[in-house]
């Protein structure tokens, strides 16, 4: 995604709600142990900087370099690290990083390679700013994994549109079971592949992730594209939020989101 490109999400508050709630223990536990004092790291697409913040936090004094296609949500990364001394900002486009050669010990990127034009160039230029010997990482949902119960009228649809709308911004929604894929072809010999979860089962979760997926099926700019591209009408935008309401008033509603991790040596 170059940083014209239009992320299929947009920054919606019902999409920012989620992103704001990412830290490196619920979203990159799996580098938890490659993270030490003085090491230095690019955080890829990295929103409003919550995870950067968890990285500058865990490696500091080492500096830590948060980049993302869209400058407006620098502006909450830097809000959201300030006080942090060994953090700074830049727009970037994956595809072409403006690093030099060798220049990061860590590289991540967390729900970005499904959702850029060319995954594997991405990763080859991860791999490019990376030290040698250091580490490319990269976590991913895969919605094909996505499971939920119960299941409200709504709740039976919704995806299928979505996959419509994330594909026909030239994304891959299933990425996550496709990291090792991409890793092999952008020329990763040495590549260690995981998987974790987020699970959303009590009250609070439940209405908070909800507002989240169905406020954005409603009103962001997946719920435009859906509409420019024929997939949905704006009445079935809203019978999906419906049925993200009725799915989280259960009591006993539960959503699993399945995640692909790789950890890979440059």
């Known amino acids: 995604m170059t940083a ?37 790291v690019l955080d890829v697409g990295c929103g409003p900087g919550t995870i950067t913040a968890g990285f500058a936090r865990r490696v500091a004094p080492g500096p830590v ?9 620098l502006d909450e990364a830097r809000r959201s690290t300030e006080g942090l001394g060994n953090v700074a900002f830049t727009v970037a486009d994956v595809h072409a990083l403006r690093f030099a050669d060798d220049t990061f010990d860590i590289v991540h990127a ?13 990763l080859r230029e991860m791999r490019r700013v990376a030290k040698p010997g250091g580490i490319v990482a990269a976590r991913d949902a895969d919605f094909g994994s996505m499971v939920w119960y119960p299941d409200p009228p709504g709740m039976d649809s919704w995806l299928p549109v979505y996959y ?40 609070r979760e439940r209405e908070w992730w909800s507002e989240s997926w169905g406020g954005r099926l409603r009103d962001s700019s997946v719920a435009d594209k859906a509409v420019a591209g024929g997939h ?18 259960a009591e006993d509603g539960w959503y699993s989101v399945t995640h692909g991790e790789i950890i890979c040596r440059a």
């Open 164 to 203: 419509k709308v994330a594909r026909g911004n030239g994304g891959e929604p299933d990425g996550g079971r496709r990291l090792v894929s991409w890793a092999r072809a952008a020329g990763f010999t040495d590549v260690t592949a995981s998987a974790s979860s987020w699970c959303f089962s009590t009250p």
């Open 232 to 249: 949905a009408t704006r009445e079935e935008l809203r019978r999906f939020y419906e049925g993200w309401k009725a799915w989280a008033a």
């Open 65 to 73: 370099t948060g980049a993302d296609a869209a400058e407006a949500v």
């Open 110 to 122: 967390h729900q970005v390679l499904q959702h850029v034009a060319d995954p594997v160039l991405a």
């Open 4 to 40: 014209d490109a239009s992320y299929t999400h947009g920054h919606h508050g019902s999409v920012l709600s989620s992103h704001q709630w990412r830290t490196v223990e619920n979203s990159a536990a799996y580098l938890i142990d490659h993270l030490r004092p003085g090491l230095s």
